[in-house]
């Protein structure tokens, strides 16, 4: 067994885990690589067919590729998807430029609630890495957040040997964190290995590429001529630029992403 | 797993000792550390009016990097020539021992890190006791902050003598034990000028030499049963191989209930006919036969079955906010099963910093101590000792919804009603004879369990004595512990009728075991 199979494997069991624990599942779907590679570990761990709904918050700055590429998947794998989108906050005019922090929260954090309560999910999968960010290295697998969507992250329980917690309060809803150990790295290697289809922007045109899905008015290609996964791989296995560089969000003052995900924020 | 596979290790130790400083040190000399990491610590450094820290690298929730404390565990990952690691960074504070065995729990390493100048501490000692309960192995010792000791031989010496001896009181051996300065880059990548007269490894030398720990290989087969699948007409029993190898043909036994069954299919997506599967895969099993089990039981090979326990022992770790209580009901989660559990001993209470049996026989055990305990399940569960397998010999208390501590199995009594064990009433088999009273054990062969009644005490109190013929060694060995439990004398005589045993008592009855774990009908 290698590396990327001990992976591949802690998150199937995961993710049986919490199909067995929790009636009211949904898995969250950005998109992007991560919860794609999310998506095709769940068609693993339940033998292709897919037991939950994919949840898609649509903040309508999406690019129009990224909607593209989720229709066509979402159509082959035969998924129950549910698109949505804070109506509200956009009737009312909600853009990046009433401020980022104000934009993240209302069309991605509330934007989620909304849906959480609307369908009853009680339980969120999520394709959340440790690497990626600080305050996403200090989360646990099964992590609650309470009636008001907060992550008491100062007083979380302890998990350990695959013991997690799975049964909460009434009000609680419970993020679920399956690649959790897994790098950017790894993703791709996998990817690679399995020939998971990926989103065109992840590769590049005209010397540039996404290297971090988002919304079109905060989020930045980076420079690059890697236009193939093996590519991919290559340049990231010397860069010394971090994966969220592009992702105007993480850098608009200091600890704006801890304060977004203490309120909720993927 | 390879030598070359990522490694998980922990870095844990007394507060202030200097971990997060050592994991920024560790990502610097690995070249690990993108460098827009770099300067945006340095940024954030300058806007405070500090020399730089690499522990904010680590630290990166607010409230730390304002108290200067790690507050939780955080995973994050860097590379030697030999292999990747991941580096879980555990809290040194006390309140934060449920983040540290978090961390701990998952690595198959651990640095313990001690300051060379204020020697081994409180933190440094419960550490290192929790690294030992939790089963890691694989230890190095890095006695850090020596540049404040001007690099002397002799403090170093000082402070590796009282580690080794706590570390070889709780059983562990550490591969090495490395002076070091984090800040200061001694002894982490290249070996320091300074340390002339070290001639061991650097630290990265050291975490070198250590294996991925988690594949377990020539245990016996155990798979917990995780959750059952029903549809395209079969039921699919889904779970992950924890030891051994299972494979498709092969003939097993589920425990606790007993039931067999042979493997027909091992299945993965798209991989409906596996020929086997090793410890560490999560697959699917279909069976020859129709078959009624459930999440919790687990599949081994017939003959080498996990013993379906009635009684587990076990040492434990408390992280509750309340204490766990003597005779309270918890429920414990072993691999998949949950069984609802009454704490029906702590043997002994004990300071986890110190070591110290704290009390014997006691009725609670508070936050962050450590105690010998027995729990009774309430129905019985499939369990191995840690010894045997460690994958199958622990578990977390839960107390209403969340962890409340673990534990590691010490001894496990079999379900005295199943698993072919008879259970044998000994005073409801005893004869009254001329000569006294008899009890015939010489035909029962099989695996036996015995009980006694409070009435059977109380006579051999009075006064009487009881001969007992046994069949096998067992027997004696399960008497002799009767007769401990309740302060019974016993001779052991070898004659023309066979092996026999006499009990007797003198001085006042004792109606209560004065050991736990001996059942009183």
Same mark, same amino acid.
């Given at each position: ?108 954090? &509330?934007?989620? &609630? ?41 007083? &979380? ?100 992403? &801890? ?8 | ?11 844990? *130790? ?143 010496? #000082?402070?590796? $003598? ?21 800040? $200061? ?45 029903? *549809? ?16 498709? *043909? ?32 999560? %697959?699917?099993?279909?069976?020859? #036969? ?49 069984? #609802? ?27 962050? $101590? ?135 008592? #003198? ?9 736990? *774990?001996?059942? %009183?009908?």
């Amino acid at each position: 067994m290698d590396h990327l199979d001990a992976l591949e494997n802690e998150s199937i069991y995961i993710f049986r885990e919490a199909h067995r624990k929790f009636k009211d599942l949904a898995m969250l779907w950005s998109i992007g690589k991560d919860s794609t590679t999310l998506l095709w570990l769940a068609r693993k761990a339940f033998f292709g067919k897919v037991p939950f709904p994919l949840v898609h918050i649509d903040t309508s700055f999406k690019h129009p590729t990224m909607i593209e590429y989720r229709d066509r998947v979402a159509k082959e794998w035969a998924v129950d998807l549910v698109v949505s989108r804070n109506e509200e906050a956009l009737r009312a005019g909600m853009e990046p430029g009433k401020g980022r922090f104000v934009c993240c929260n209302a069309l991605k954090t &509330q934007g989620l &609630q909304q849906v959480l309560d609307r369908h009853g999910f009680k339980g969120v999968f999520l394709g959340i890495r440790r690497d990626e960010e600080g305050s996403r290295a200090k989360e646990r697998i099964f992590s609650p957040r309470d009636k008001n969507f907060e992550w008491n992250y100062k007083d &979380q329980p302890p998990e350990l040997w695959d013991q997690f917690n799975t049964s909460f309060g009434p009000d609680t809803h419970v993020r679920i964190h399956p690649l959790l150990s897994w790098t950017e790295l790894d993703i791709w290697g996998y990817i690679r290995r399995e020939g998971i289809p990926v989103c065109p922007l992840y590769l590049s045109r005209d010397g540039k590429r996404f290297r971090s899905l988002g919304c079109v008015p905060c989020n930045f290609p980076i420079a690059s001529d890697a236009s193939t996964v093996d590519e991919i791989i290559e340049e990231l296995k010397v860069t010394k630029t971090p994966e969220r560089a592009g992702r105007a969000q993480d850098h608009e003052a200091a600890y704006m992403m &801890q304060k977004l995900r203490s309120l909720g924020y993927m | 797993m390879n030598i070359d596979d990522t490694l998980r290790i922990v870095i844990v *130790g007394h507060v202030d000792h200097g971990k997060s400083t050592l994991i920024g040190r560790l990502f610097h000399d690995t070249s690990s550390l993108p460098e827009e990491r770099y300067r945006e610590i340095e940024a954030t450094c300058r806007a405070q009016g500090r020399a730089f820290e690499f522990a904010y690298l680590m630290d990166a929730l607010e409230e730390e990097r304002e108290h200067n404390i790690t507050i939780d565990t955080a995973q994050t990952f860097f590379k030697t020539s030999l292999r990747p690691y991941i580096i879980i960074d555990a809290p040194g504070h006390k309140e934060f021992l449920k983040n540290m065995i978090t961390g701990a729990a998952a690595a198959d390493a651990a640095i313990l890190l001690v300051d060379g100048a204020e020697g081994v501490r409180e933190q440094t000692r419960r550490h290192a006791y929790m690294l030992s309960l939790l089963g890691l192995r694989q230890v190095v010792v890095a006695v850090n902050k020596l540049d404040l000791v001007g690099f002397r031989r002799d403090r170093f010496e #000082e402070v590796e $003598e009282e580690i080794r001896g706590f570390l070889l009181s709780v059983g562990l051996v550490p591969a090495h034990v490395v002076p070091i300065s984090a800040r $200061e880059g001694d002894n982490i990548a290249t070996p320091s000028e300074r340390t002339a007269w070290y001639s061991g490894p650097t630290l990265l030398g050291a975490l070198d030499s250590f294996f991925p720990a988690r594949d377990i290989s020539g245990l016996p087969l155990r798979f917990p049963v995780q959750d059952i699948y029903v *549809g395209d007409g079969k039921r699919v029993y889904a779970g992950r191989v924890e030891s051994g190898c299972l494979r498709a *043909g092969g003939r097993a036994v589920f425990s606790p209930s007993g039931k067999k069954a042979v493997v027909r299919s091992v299945e993965k997506w798209k991989q409906p006919a596996l020929p086997e599967a090793h410890a560490g895969e999560c %697959v699917g099993v279909t069976f020859t #036969e129709e078959l009624f089990v459930e999440r919790g039981e687990v599949l081994s090979e017939a003959g080498e079955a996990s013993p379906s326990a009635r009684e587990i022992s076990a040492s434990l770790f408390w992280l509750g906010n309340e204490p766990l209580r003597l005779s309270a009901r918890y429920v414990l989660k072993l691999a998949t099963a949950e069984v #609802e559990a009454v704490l029906s001993a702590i043997t002994e209470r004990i300071d986890s910093s110190t070591l110290e049996v704290v009390e014997r026989h006691a009725n609670r055990v508070g936050n962050l $101590e450590v105690a010998n305990v027995t729990f009774t399940l309430q129905h019985p569960i499939a369990a191995d000792t840690f010894k045997e397998n460690p994958r199958l010999g622990r578990f977390v208390v839960v107390v209403g919804e969340f962890v409340a501590g673990g534990g590691i199995v010490r001894e496990v009594r079999s379900d005295r009603l199943g698993g072919g064990t008879r259970v044998v009433r000994l005073h409801a088999r005893m004869m009254t004879e001329p000569d006294g009273n008899f009890i015939d054990l010489s035909r029962e062969a099989g695996p036996v369990e015995f009980e006694i009644s409070p009435g059977f005490v109380a006579r051999l109190g009075g006064g009487e004595k009881v001969a007992i013929r046994l069949c096998t060694a067992d027997q004696l060995e399960k008497i002799a512990r009767l007769a401990f439990g309740y302060g019974l004398g016993m001779t052991f005589r070898r004659g023309p009728e066979g092996n026999r045993v006499v009990l007797s008592r #003198e001085g006042p009855v004792s109606q209560a075991p004065a050991e736990e *774990g001996f059942p %009183v009908i």
